[in-house]
Antibody
């Protein structure tokens, strides 16, 4: 079964740091682009960051650029999101998601169950 | 960034109704448009990818159409389990994805 399981969320003070992890299983992790998407309480989905299969290409949403770092360890089938200088507006459920592809398009499937990050003093 | 605008933001309908949700892209995205369904407390799941391809296991009452800048998601006959929030997503700008703001489908 293809599965993604996030961990590492919690309560952190403004200006603090947190590292999220996403453990992948059931597929060849090293061949897929992976992504982080977040959802603030009661709000919509916001793409956060993506990393290609080898880690050669990395992109961030402007709202997190310079503060968040996406990385992966293909030997451990794991995706990470290092979050520094956290702000109240970073409070959200963070999902990891795999990019599925055909020759003509791409989409996110599957998604993990999410991990909640709360930034508050 | 490619802006994605969904309408309506919310919608009330009854079981058995036919409903349509629209999504407009800020520029031509060809058929790089995906639709997701999200239920409260759950992760999103893909319904339609590539504007019109039905994800495996998704009921055939869901249909996606459109290309360029204008897209629609149609549910032909609403079932109780379809009441959820729906999001469109552009995947034209690979690695710089954007979602629509969502459409909440509620029971009338």
């Amino acid at each position: 079964e293809v599965q993604l399981v996030e961990s590492g969320g919690g309560l952190v003070k403004p200006g603090g740091s947190l590292r999220l992890s996403c453990a992948a299983s059931g597929f060849t992790f090293s061949t897929y682009t992976m992504n982080w998407v977040r959802q603030a309480p009661g709000k919509g989905l916001q793409w956060v960051s993506s990393i290609t299969s080898s880690g050669s290409y990395i992109y961030y949403a402007d709202s997190v650029k310079g503060r968040f770092t996406i990385s992966r360890d293909n030997a451990k089938n794991s995706l990470y999101l290092q979050m520094n200088s956290l702000r109240a507006e970073d409070t959200a459920v963070y999902y990891c998601a795999r990019t599925s592809v055909t020759t003509s398009t791409n989409w996110f499937d599957p998604w993990g169950q999410g991990t909640l990050v709360t930034v508050s003093s | 960034d490619i802006q994605m605008t969904q309408s309506p933001s919310s919608l009330s309908a009854s079981v058995g109704d036919r409903v349509t949700i629209t999504c407009r892209a800020g520029q031509n995205i060809s058929s790089y448009l995906n639709w997701y369904q999200q239920k409260p407390g759950k992760a999103p799941k893909v319904l339609i990818y590539g504007a019109s391809s039905l994800q495996s296991g998704v009921p055939s009452r869901f249909r996606g159409s459109g290309s360029g800048t204008d897209f629609t998601l149609t549910i032909s006959s609403l079932q109780p389990e379809d009441f959820a929030t729906y999001y469109c997503q552009q995947s034209y700008r690979t690695l710089m994805y954007t979602f629509g703001q969502g459409t909440k489908l509620e029971i009338k």
